[in-house]
């Protein structure tokens, strides 16, 4: 089903080449096809001369449905190796997106000559404008070149999990001039990538599920921390989806007001580092109800006057 859409516009644009190579095919007879080719449309060429058939408009589209098929074809061909891993993915998402660019400015030359532009002097007279806009387009110019090093220095791909400021998601997409970053709500983030700066990739290594409690100042910790062993290979065997190796008791973290802190982490993937903290703060809450260690809490004592 993903790439369904690809290969429908592949028929299509088929269909509509065989069609227009071969006009006979259209419900039309040999009569009206010879008068339409006979018609002549006045038009506006730079030098303000010249005429547009109905032939020269079927051969415009023509030339636009194979620009068309052959965009279609690379970007399905580019899709399917992209599936390999994510950076294959990243790669080839990037030269789609400038192969977009590339099969639009095909379309425009192309059809330009065939209408009879003197398609030499439209480049040059572009050239000469792109040189001006280049000036003023230096935030642009950045934004492929800040894409470019980000691809070759592999500072982040496709579903790696990466944290911008404020923002925590996955690289959805990365283009020649903006990087798409989905949220966990399924918000997208679209950002330039020349302002893409001091970010975290945090898929390059594994995470830490940090659980900090505290326990009362009466509590038996020798006791504690033998029980806390005995059962961190059980909270790993019960889940291994979660946890990549038995959680781990670090110590005492404080020496608090109401109890004494202590700091238990576990192993994880960055996709699952919220969930595996949430089962293991569980985990410890169940194994210290199980086994009478109290966590204290707040109490408000109220005197009551006579």
């Known amino acids: 089903m993903k790439y369904v859409k690809s290969l429908i516009g ?22 009206t096809i010879g008068t339409m080719n006979e018609l002549e449309i006045q038009h506006f060429l ?18 636009c449905a194979v620009v068309w098929l052959v965009y279609t ?17 990243t790669v ?3 030269v789609a997106s400038a192969l977009k660019y590339i099969a639009v400015i ?5 059809g330009l000559s065939i209408l009879g532009v003197n398609t030499t002097a439209v480049l040059a007279g572009i050239g000469i404008i792109g040189l001006i806009l280049g000036f003023g387009a230096q935030s642009l110019i950045e934004d492929i070149i800040t894409g470019l090093f980000v ?32 949220d ?18 945090r898929s390059k290594a594994l995470s830490k599920a940090i659980c900090e409690v505290s326990v009362a100042y009466d509590t038996d910790i020798p006791r504690m921390e033998a029980i806390l062993a005995d ?39 960055e996709a699952d580092v919220f969930k595996a903290r949430r089962q293991l703060n569980r985990d410890v809450r169940v194994l210290f109800s199980q086994t009478g260690v109290e966590i204290p809490f707040p109490q408000v004592v109220v005197h009551k006057g006579k």
């Open 46 to 63: 730079i030098d303000g001369s010249g005429s547009i058939t109905v032939a020269h408009i079927l051969t415009l589209v023509l030339a």
């Open 92 to 94: 080839t998402t990037l």
């Open 231 to 269: 059962a961190f290979p059980k909270m790993y065997d019960a889940h291994r989806d979660l946890y990549l190796e038995p959680p781990i008791y670090l110590g005492v973290e404080e020496l608090g007001d109401n109890g004494i802190k202590l700091k238990i982490i576990a192993t994880t993937r």
């Open 73 to 89: 074809v690379i970007k399905l061909i580019l899709g399917v190796i992209g599936d390999r891993n994510n950076h294959t993915a």
């Open 151 to 182: 691809i070759f220095e592999r500072q982040y791909e496709i579903g790696d999990i990466i944290i911008l400021g404020d923002f925590r998601g996955v690289v959805k997409s990365i283009g020649v001039r903006t990087t798409t970053i989905e």
């Open 10 to 31: 592949i028929v299509i644009a088929i269909i509509l080449i065989v069609v227009l190579v071969n006009p006979e095919w259209l419900p039309l007879s040999s009569t």
């Open 184 to 201: 966990p709500g399924g918000n997208l983030k679209i950002v330039n990538n020349s302002d893409i700066r001091n970010l975290q990739n």
């Open 106 to 110: 095909i379309a425009i030359v192309w």
